[in-house]
């Protein structure tokens, strides 16, 4: 098991490097935006849910309904802990993303209690080949979408690390959740999240484009079980690109206008 592991991650890695240079955004101008999204499919994108395959799509979770991207829970019969999160197909470094989000319909109320009206985009995530069957959250850092009535917090744009660290003010910090400036917003109103990213260096998020939240010089948490795995398996400890994942943690949510924009670093 651990050489399939370390195969497909190291396969992966690969050809993280060569799809690096070859996205849509590698030949573009610093003020071109580029949709990472067709509007017709789930092109360019990958599935990964907990206790499934990679690439499978259980009770069609991620969706393609009216130009948007969905995550939809009206086919499940229950949750059953099946965390999911859908992959670019390519990996990323130097670049600004944007996405509008907004929830809608019924959470699922088997769901742990902090997943209502809980989503978010997780930035440089590790490659869905490498995640393990069961793996609830990819290695990475998360921009958390939050909404008016939700128990996860009082604002929106928080960071959440999960397999990671950052540091802030200059000082290494070992908090899962930074909380962002911002505020909550009703869950049905469509909100604008823009994350800068500049590879290891820094990170801003921004809200219907204000900056809300920033940290710099994000590591792999050598004591997480999933970090643990890919620094064993050849993973610098700096987290300087990877994958962008939407999420779907229990809650229905749209995404659309999901935009790219190279940073010249």
């Avoid at 949709?35 to 017709?40: A, D, P, R, V």
């Avoid at 995550?71 to 999911?84: K, L, R, T, V």
């Avoid at 928080?158 to 660290?165: A, D, K, M, S």
Wanted: with cysteine.
């Amino acid at each position: 098991m651990k050489n399939s592991i370390t195969s497909d991650f190291s396969s992966r890695m690969i050809l993280a490097i060569l799809t690096t240079a070859l996205s849509p955004i590698a030949n573009a101008s610093e003020d071109t935006w580029v949709s990472l999204f067709n509007g017709k499919d789930l092109s360019g994108w990958t599935v990964k849910v907990a206790k499934h395959p990679i690439g499978e799509n259980p009770y069609q979770t991620f969706r393609v309904e009216d130009g948007m991207i969905k995550a939809c829970y009206d086919q499940y019969p229950s949750f059953d802990g099946q965390f999911g999160h859908i992959y670019t197909n390519q990996s990323y470094s130097n670049y600004r993303i944007r996405v509008e989000y907004r929830f809608d319909g019924q959470w699922m109320s088997d769901a742990p209690s902090w997943t209502e009206l809980n989503s978010g985009i997780m930035l440089h995530c590790q490659s869905p080949l490498s995640l393990s069957l069961d793996q609830e959250f990819p290695v990475s850092l998360e921009g958390q979408f939050l909404a008016e009535g939700t128990s996860a917090g009082t604002q929106t744009a928080n960071v959440c690390t999960p397999g990671t660290h950052v540091e802030l003010n200059g000082e290494l910090s070992d908090l899962h959740i930074v909380d962002s400036t911002s505020e909550l917003f009703p869950g049905e109103e469509w909100i604008q999240f823009e994350a800068e990213v500049h590879g290891n260096e820094l990170i801003i998020y921004r809200i219907n484009g204000i900056e809300v939240n920033r940290y710099t010089h994000p590591v792999l948490d050598q004591n997480d079980k999933d970090a643990k795995r890919l620094i064993e398996n050849g993973a610098p400890l700096q987290v300087s690109y990877g994958h962008i994942a939407l999420q779907a943690e229990g809650h229905p949510v749209w995404f659309r206008n999901i935009m790219i924009q190279p940073i010249k670093d």
